[in-house]
T-cell receptor, first 116, second 112 residues
């Protein structure tokens, strides 16, 4: 079955712009989590959505937001981009009914954002 | 809060040797630990997990050991192969559901 699909894979933006990233989870998965990966900070949790509701949130400013649609697809948005937002943004999906404690998270290949 | 750290940023091994990657965590309340492998250009891939009520768990060529006394876990890879070359992360489920706190990562380089 198809894995987690993230689009776009690569994008370049300039400071002050905004960006929207998309994630299609594995069929049947209802949880979508987002992570930011940078060389300096590593992998950091952004937020998680389950059945269209944000279930958990990391320590990122309000410029980072997300949503989940009824088909479980998710988008994240970053407004007023800063140079430090350059990163690989990873989406992960799971069944979500019991959390990572009852199964694995399946990661997509990420969207690499470069902010100039 | 919780933090997860790794002892060695890079580990070089010969093909066929066993590899051991270490990880320390800070909060004794941590309940569930996961090891991920990330190859270049790809997202992290689940390797093996272990709950706090276990000391050891084995998979195919991999073993995870958990020492709750010193808050340390390790990933052992038997007969390391070139395809094992990647960055390995330990992670702890923290704050419920799918919120993971990741360690900094260890790069494993396998030489022929």
């Amino acid at each position: 079955k198809a894995g987690v699909t993230q689009t776009p894979r690569y994008l370049i933006k300039t400071r002050g712009q905004q960006v929207t990233l998309s994630c299609s989870p594995i069929s049947g998965h209802r949880s979508v989590s987002w992570y930011q990966q940078t060389p300096g900070q590593g992998l950091q949790f952004l937020f998680e959505y389950f059945s269209e509701t944000q279930r958990n949130k990391g320590n990122f400013p309000g410029r980072f937001s997300g949503r989940q649609f009824s088909n479980s697809r998710s988008e994240m948005n970053v407004s007023t981009l800063e140079l430090g937002d350059s990163a690989l943004y990873l989406c992960a999906s799971s069944l979500g009914t019991g959390g990572a404690g009852t199964g694995e998270l399946f990661f997509g290949e990420g969207s690499r954002l470069t902010v100039l | 809060g919780e933090s997860v750290g790794l002892h060695l940023p890079t580990l070089s091994v010969q093909e066929g040797d066993n590899s051991i990657i270490n990880c320390a965590y800070s909060n004794s309340a941590s309940d569930y630990f996961i090891w991920y492998k990330q190859e270049s250009g790809k997202g992290p891939q689940f390797i093996i997990d272990i709950r706090s009520n276990m000391d050891k768990r084995q998979g195919q060529r991999v073993t995870v050991l958990l020492n709750k006394t010193v808050k340390h876990l390790s990933l052992q890879i038997a007969a390391t192969q070139p395809g094992d070359s990647a960055v390995y992360f330990c992670a702890v489920v923290w704050g419920g559901y799918n919120k993971l706190i990741f360690g900094a990562g260890t790069r494993l380089a396998v030489h022929p």
